[in-house]
């Protein structure tokens, strides 16, 4: 019995399954922060693909500057809400709930504001500005609110140790939690008892002297009895150890704790379920039945099933491999997780969005800006004559090419698989789109030999068979050539393809 | 039946068990580099307490001015060695190896050589050094060498993702492993086929752009494949972040590298073991059975054995454990685990480094400078009236006080549990030497209840009944003291009593 779709109520709600979709930026939306067709288009897409709870991406409590960002500040934006909370909940069993942030001010120069320079009276708008929102989110028809305490913003800089100010919201952890706790119970008294009010905020800073999950622990049971139904983790993501990029306002994602924020191909599996485990340990030994929700490079159905099972969390937050195929929970459940459009975790999305860029995935068919949509079962087939895969080593990288296979209604991409050694298990290490009938490998070592394989896949997911293995070795007086895939990142994200190694330089 | 106490061999030497103790700074060097009493001292007593393999602290492999420091780097430096080996292998079961180091120049500006100022007269030299070193640890005795390729020294710079050579010495991983390799092959060279040889390295290097543990894992076949017989794992602890106090050489373990690189009580329980796991799924699946080193806050029988058996590593590595208590794997061994003298991850030995003191273990009998012995099995006794304990809540924190317990042989400390709440589980929190009878908690939330509880220790780690708990609420007006741990490492890390949440500020 799968765990994975067992239901979960969380007060007024019942979500079908443990599968969460985190708050994730977009940049479909206008500077005007009011819902447009692509962000109705992003979100009802994800409902029709299953997941347990759709947490729609942070939309400002306030009124503030900001690039193209949501905005819950006011009731101009209330019908534009309430109509994509309708088509969401028309389109599938999920439960959908806004995350709603406050943020402070940047500036080109690389100035930010700090917490330190809030005064009493702004705190308390910060209270304001959130309680009203939440009710707002309610009236709206949302099934509940997230509340924004991770990463770079307000309510997290009041929670890190880092945290500047001197008075009774700074310092200690309980100073520290002292306006995350007053902004909980407002909202709490703003939406009602039965209302459900999650809270997502890091489990670890991963910033010198940042806290870790052992203060998570207690964090996170404060933040349950004051009145958080369920707490979402996540990692890094700060101001402090960003890189300065001279004329652009600070990105909190440049540094090491981008990185651990959303850990890419270079990270193993799960790299950060230590966190909520930890966490998790923590609430449960004081007596609280919170849900956790574990996030962090979760991608495939046993590894999912294993976290629920550990007790390393009850949810499975899953952003880059549902934007990669919002049809995942749907697949997984009907047991058909072969089909599912397996994110490579190259962060192209990540480095679409650090370059204030629409965030889409790689993978999709270009010109598309969606996940397609098929029902087929028929996988595609390769030629009559076979792949004909070969792999030679060529102008300081491996050279993969192919016969392009054929489906019935339409190819949609390759999986390339990949070994160290000839005999060594292949294992995913790329995908690319069905245009191509080649593939680039510059991460090679000299005297080291490499094995390739393929699969084709169409729009629905089914995929074909595997090619036989190729291998080719690497000559030891191999030169590399400068890495493309980096720098057509840098130039144009959208145009790479989904490898699974972009963040090499 | 223990795998931990399964013998291992590795070429011509055969571990006993499957602890090591990893390379650990003592700063009980002088200047001149020469073996003395106190390292002596310090090494035969880990030899005594049963570790299956011991590596004695980085000795340089050149002539470089640097702060105390063993050296390796010329004969007049090998009977101190020789000695030192003769002395071990008397004393105790375990094998003993060398870390063999070369690093480049500091100077107190902040200043610091790095390797793209090498020129390839100076790399050739680096591998005539190593190679020469080498040799000398084989005629002094030692049953193997272990290179370092860790934290922030040359062969560690040149893996580094962050190499900035842009000649066949940097640039792609190949390039960067050109050296290392080198290294390794003329080190084999040297001591021929049956000496061990082992390397330690970065499994993740836990900075910007570092690499992590999927570059770490091809790293770890190709050192494998040049020569190393085993793969000892350790993380961070760079000069990228590191934090320049002026006037001071960088320290590479003051950034948030440094805190991944000795996990504190912050970190829960094994927080690196995902990186020795995926390294060594990728050895493994290399066809190699190289042996791993994991390490990183793994203190206890129950976490080491099961690192074992999930395949996360072969070997143990404990170094602030066995810094503790020495006779760790003795007691282990003889299923006395109760009487170890557990480490408390407070990380006063890196804050006595980071002093450029004497690293001593704050836990240990003032003024002793070693961990004592004792082969007394009889523990300790509270008064016929009991403990008394209590706690208060006064002037900012939890006071807790006792009355003192009694040895037939002599007390050594108190170890002081506790749990958030009334009723969770206490959890050791801290120890306190066995002069106190009284211990300060400042880490308290206002309106939260705790819990604490005790138990007395002997000199040979005996420990005496568990107090009954005693609870206090903190007022919710908690208005808290200056940490004054913090503060008492700052002024002098020596006076510390071995506090669980020492790295507070």
């Avoid at 101009?76 to 309708?86: C, E, I, Q």
């Avoid at 004559?385 to 949609?412: F, H, I, P």
């Avoid at 094995?451 to 629905?460: E, I, Q």
């Amino acid at each position: 019995m799968s765990l994975l779709f067992t239901p979960l109520a969380i007060r007024s709600m019942t979500l079908p399954n443990r599968i969460v979709l985190p708050a994730m930026v977009t940049r479909l939306s206008g500077e005007d922060g009011v819902v447009n067709d692509d962000i109705r288009a992003r979100y009802v897409r994800y409902a029709k693909g299953g997941a347990g709870l759709i947490v729609v991406e942070a939309m400002a409590v306030h009124q503030s500057k900001s690039g193209p960002l949501l905005r819950i500040s006011s009731d101009d934006f209330a019908p534009g809400l309430a109509d994509l909370a309708t088509r969401c909940h028309d389109a599938g069993p999920g439960k959908v709930v806004p995350q709603i942030i406050h943020f402070l001010k940047i500036s080109r120069s690389g100035w930010r504001q700090t917490v330190d320079m809030l005064s009493a009276q702004e705190i308390d708008d910060i209270v304001d500005a959130y309680g009203t929102a939440a009710a707002r989110a309610r009236a709206c028809g949302f099934d509940g609110v997230e509340l924004h305490m991770a990463h770079a913003y307000t309510l997290s800089s009041f929670l890190s140790r880092l945290n500047p100010r001197r008075d009774a919201y700074g310092g200690t952890l309980e100073n520290r939690l002292r306006l995350p706790v007053r902004v909980i119970e407002r909202v709490r008294a703003s939406v009602g008892g039965d209302f459900p009010v999650g809270v997502r905020f890091l489990g670890e800073e991963c910033i010198r002297n940042g806290y870790t999950p052992v203060e998570a622990g207690p964090i996170a049971v404060r933040l349950a009895r004051a009145g958080a139904d369920y707490i979402s983790l996540s990692a890094g993501g700060k101001f402090e150890d960003a890189r300065h990029i001279p004329g652009e306002p600070l990105y909190p994602y440049t540094g090491y704790s981008g990185d651990r924020c959303m850990p890419g191909s270079n990270y193993p599996d799960g790299a950060n379920l230590y966190i909520p485990e930890a966490v998790r340990a923590c609430v449960r030994a004081a007596g609280l039945e919170t849900p956790i929700v574990a996030a962090g490079k979760i991608g495939s159905l046993e590894l999912a099933e294993k976290v629920i099972e550990r007790g390393q969390g009850d949810l499975i937050g899953m952003a880059r491999a549902l934007l990669a195929d919002p049809d995942l929970p749907k697949k997984w459940q009907r047991g058909r997780e072969e089909a599912v459009v397996r994110c490579v975790y190259g962060n192209v999305c990540k480095a679409l969005d650090e370059n204030f860029r629409r965030v889409d995935c790689t993978l999709w068919p270009k010109k598309l800006g969606q996940a397609p949509e098929s029902e087929d079962t028929v996988p595609p087939e390769w030629p009559a004559s076979g792949a004909e895969l070969t792999a030679e080593y060529k102008d300081g990288r491996v050279l993969v090419r192919w016969k392009s296979a054929t489906d019935n209604e339409q190819m949609y991409g390759y999986q390339v698989f990949r070994a160290e050694g000839a005999d060594a298990p292949l294992t995913h290490f790329a995908s690319t789109r069905s245009a191509s009938s080649r593939f680039e490998d510059p991460r090679v070592i000299g005297g080291e030999t490499y094995s390739y394989a393929l699969r084709p896949y169409d729009l629905a997911g089914n995929r074909g068979a595997m090619t036989p293995r190729v291998t080719v070795v690497v000559p030891i007086e191999h030169v590399p050539a400068a890495d493309p895939v980096h720098l057509q990142i840098a130039k144009d994200p959208g145009a790479v393809e989904g490898c699974a190694v972009v963040t090499g330089r």
